[in-house]
């Protein structure tokens, strides 16, 4: 069923959601973002869920979020967690992979303060720094298009809509 999607990938705060957005717009397609679906379906932010229930809990979530779409989405613009497609079976299913690249230091100047609270993962900035690493090889390897998203949200949504084409 998910050929017709584009499934954006990358670190927190590459801007899959920002992109997501105007992309989807553009394309008169529907924008569905992984993280606030959990949120909406639990009732409470990621960091509470962490917090409260762990990772674990979290990625099992993630991995029902995944499974669901693969069944009842199309043609839709999809922004993801930055962990689902490491810890998800099945992702590729639901649709094209787009890995939206940005260099950690640029990820780390785009995003407040309060935005880092938000983001369990980033308490520790070398702890996020080294799952960076870590996640890009795999982000590399298994998108099926990768986009320099270090650029204005203008540049970037013109360089996914040519690579799209």
């Known amino acids: 069923?998910?050929?017709?999607?584009?499934?954006?990938?990358?670190?927190m705060g590459s801007g899959?959601?920002?992109?997501?957005?105007?992309f989807a717009k553009q394309r008169q397609s529907?924008?569905?973002?992984?993280?606030?679906?959990?949120?909406?379906?639990?009732?409470r932010r990621i960091d509470e869920i962490f917090q409260n229930d762990g990772e674990e809990y979290f990625r099992k979530l993630e991995e029902n979020t995944v499974n669901w779409l693969?069944?009842?989405v199309q043609s839709s613009?999809?922004?993801?967690?930055?962990?689902?497609?490491v810890y998800c079976e099945g992702l590729q299913e639901v649709g094209t992979i787009v890995y939206l690249k940005v260099p950690f230091a640029s990820i780390m100047n785009r995003m407040s303060p309060e935005e880092?609270?938000?983001r369990p993962l980033f308490?520790?900035?070398?702890?996020?720094?080294?799952?960076?690493?870590?996640?890009?090889k795999i982000y590399?390897?298994?998108?099926?298009?990768?986009?320099?998203a270090d650029a204005s949200l203008e540049e970037v949504g013109l360089r996914l809509s040519q690579a799209i084409a």
Do not use: C, P, Q
């Open 1 to 11: 069923m998910s050929a017709t999607n584009i499934v954006l990938i990358g670190f």
């Open 16 to 22: 899959k959601s920002s992109v997501g957005r105007t």
């Open 30 to 43: 529907y924008f569905l973002d992984t993280d606030a679906m959990i949120e909406s379906s639990e009732g």
């Open 70 to 72: 693969k069944s009842n």
């Open 77 to 85: 613009v999809i922004s993801t967690g930055g962990g689902m497609l």
């Open 116 to 118: 880092l609270k938000k």
């Open 123 to 136: 308490k520790d900035r070398e702890k996020a720094e080294s799952i960076y690493n870590e996640r890009n």
């Open 140 to 148: 590399e390897s298994r998108a099926d298009i990768v986009i320099d």
